[in-house]
């Protein structure tokens, strides 16, 4: 197989979202309609900045599992803020933002300097975040303000816009989420850090022995991600208000099986955020899709799977087929 075949194979991703938008609109009750379109791009918006973040922690070699419920601690957190201390709705969300991005160090140092296996450290810190956000609220589910109250204007600012806007309920979280795209595609092709993420995914000891302090970008890698699930945390609550404690777990996997069905390689050295957009998309018309065909929860979750074994047999092939070419 050439290098050019093995090109061919990232236009699988986009093909696949194409084809799927076409399916459910051809047999899908309404799924062509503007509503839809707009409920796709809410369930993007928080999912994709998860899986932004996840994207440079997979490319390492690594896995967070955390991720769902550090969104939603950091998300309980900012809304006890708001809720039981009164603080300012802004000053709450950038506690959201900032909970998010401790709990991602914390995922580092223990990842890097501790030299716990990803899986462990972030299991384990999936479980303290569910139970930590539990124990401050006391089992008390928080409730942002919503539209229409003096404090739900943050939701014009990171959900839609306002009906007095010039552009009525426009879906501004979506510019937010193009944003955080560019930047993190910037970060990832265009600066040393993430020339040493590809470098620390492709061969860890080798990345060691050239001069690179591997610790220490590790241990940024995965706060970077925890940064990004706090920014998820900030868009969950403005597109659903109501935040549940003990909750947050399976976010991680949409996030992961959307990382995986964008072609980044889960043996890590591999990547792109382009087609990690694609595969939140994908993720989002399919549950979407199925939702207008009126399939309950559970057949979602079970299409859902089927991709994701899909996209990682397709990734193991990639694999096997490189290395018949590097041999060649």
């Not at 900032?98 to 990842?111: D, Q």
């Not at 089992?139 to 943050?154: L, N, S």
């Not at 939702?291 to 096997?320: C, E, P």
Request: with cysteine.
């Amino acid at each position: 197989m050439t290098a050019k075949k093995l090109n061919i194979q990232k236009l699988l991703a986009p093909a696949v979202l194409v084809l799927l938008y076409a399916f459910f609109c051809v047999f899908g009750e309404n799924f062509f309609s503007v509503d839809y379109l707009m409920n796709i791009l809410n369930a993007s918006y928080y999912i994709g900045f998860l899986a932004i973040g996840v994207t440079f922690v997979i490319i390492t070699g690594g896995i967070d599992l955390s991720l769902g419920t550090t969104m939603m601690c950091a998300a309980l957190l900012g809304g006890a803020a708001y809720n039981i201390w009164h603080w300012n709705i802004w000053v709450s969300l950038a506690l959201v933002v900032l909970v998010g991005t401790l709990i991602g160090l914390l995922n580092g140092v223990l990842v890097a300097y501790f030299n716990l296996p990803p899986f462990i450290a972030t299991l384990g810190t999936q479980m303290m975040g569910m139970g930590f956000g539990a124990v401050v609220t006391k089992v008390m589910t928080m409730r942002y303000p919503t539209i229409g109250t003096p404090d739900g204007a943050f939701k014009y600012v990171f959900y839609k816009t306002s009906n007095t806007f010039f552009l009525k309920g426009f879906p501004i979280g979506a510019v937010w989420l193009a944003l955080a795209f560019f930047v993190a595609y910037l970060l990832l092709n265009k600066t040393k850090f993430g020339r040493y993420t590809y470098a620390m995914g492709s061969n860890y000891e080798a990345a060691r022995l050239s001069g690179i302090n591997t610790r220490k970008w590790k241990t940024l890698v995965y706060t970077l991600c925890g940064l990004f699930c706090g920014l998820a945390g900030v868009f969950y609550a403005a597109v659903y208000t109501s935040i549940i404690p003990a909750s947050g777990s399976g976010y991680e996997l949409l996030a992961i099986a959307g990382v995986v069905i964008g072609g980044t390689s889960m043996t890590g050295g591999s990547g792109t955020l382009t087609g990690t957009i694609i595969g939140v998309f994908v993720m989002s018309v399919l549950k979407q899709g199925l939702m207008s065909m009126g399939l309950q929860a559970h057949w979602q979750n079970f299409f859902t799977g089927l991709v994701v074994i899909g996209a990682v047999l397709l990734d193991q092939y990639r694999i096997k087929k490189l290395a018949q070419v590097k041999k060649q």
